[in-house]
């Protein structure tokens, strides 16, 4: 059975400082994907991994995959407050099905 | 990108009965999910719609409690049945779109409150 697992669950950041997302999954998976959901919204697709190696930037986020360690990373670089939701991770199991992490509170304060 | 419609956006409902959610996709899709996301939790998949045929259900969840209907490729609609405290959730549709099939897109979501 594929876990996934994210932390940490909540972060409390200050603006302008970096920080990094951590998301490891238990079995082999050819996809992940980084979602932002905002309070009382739904999800937003930030990032699809899809190969090992795979590095892909949007702005202060950075996301990556290392397959072979079966973990992905969300980097915060500089953070401001619009960045304050909550990040999850998700990992691709048969027929598209996906797994998500825990999910990891942001906040950014001033 | 998928547009995907859902309905209802919202409501309230009382205990022991049922609610049916529409999901509705701007362009034909193979793939079809329903996922639940209880307060402050994450989300977990309830199922996948099938057209034409049944629903495959995940662990923990039966169809007598959440019938999926599958009538076409750009429609589907999850019941939750004889509701408790328990189902009150945010129900999400989810559908496999863009030109390799690789991004997964989720519909605004049907907020659930049973009272």
């Known amino acids: 059975e594929l876990k996934v697992e994210q932390n940490p669950l909540f972060l409390s950041m200050q603006e302008g400082k970096n920080y990094t997302i951590y998301c490891n999954y238990s079995?082999?998976?050819?996809?992940l994907y980084w979602y932002r959901q905002d309070p009382g919204k739904s999800l937003e697709s930030l990032f699809v991994?899809?190969?090992?190696?795979a590095v892909k930037q949007e702005g202060r986020l950075m996301a990556s995959l290392d397959t072979k360690a079966r973990l992905s990373t969300l980097h915060i670089t500089a953070a401001v407050h619009d960045l304050s939701a909550t990040y999850f991770c998700?990992?691709?199991?048969?027929?598209?099905?996906?797994?998500f992490g825990t999910g990891t509170r942001l906040a950014v304060r001033p | 990108s998928a547009v995907i419609s859902q309905k209802p956006s919202r409501d309230i409902c009382q205990r022991g009965t049922s609610l049916t959610i529409q999901c509705q996709v701007d362009?034909?899709?193979?793939?079809m999910f329903w996922y639940r996301q209880q307060p402050g939790q994450s989300l977990t998949l309830i199922a996948t719609?099938?057209?034409?045929?049944?629903?495959?259900?995940e662990s923990g969840f039966v169809i007598d409690k959440f019938p999926i209907s599958r009538p076409n490729l750009t429609f589907s609609t999850l019941t939750v049945s004889n509701m408790s405290p328990e189902d009150s959730s945010i129900y999400l549709c989810?559908?496999?779109?863009?030109?390799?099939?690789?991004?997964?897109?989720f519909g605004e979501g049907s907020w659930l409150t049973v009272v």
């Open positions: 989810s559908v496999v779109s863009g030109y390799s099939g690789n991004t997964i897109y």
């Open positions: 079995t082999t998976s050819d996809r």
């Open positions: 991994l899809l190969s090992n190696g």
């Open positions: 998700a990992v691709k199991s048969s027929g598209d099905k996906l797994t």
């Open positions: 362009s034909q899709v193979t793939m």
């Open positions: 719609a099938n057209q034409g045929s049944e629903a495959t259900y």
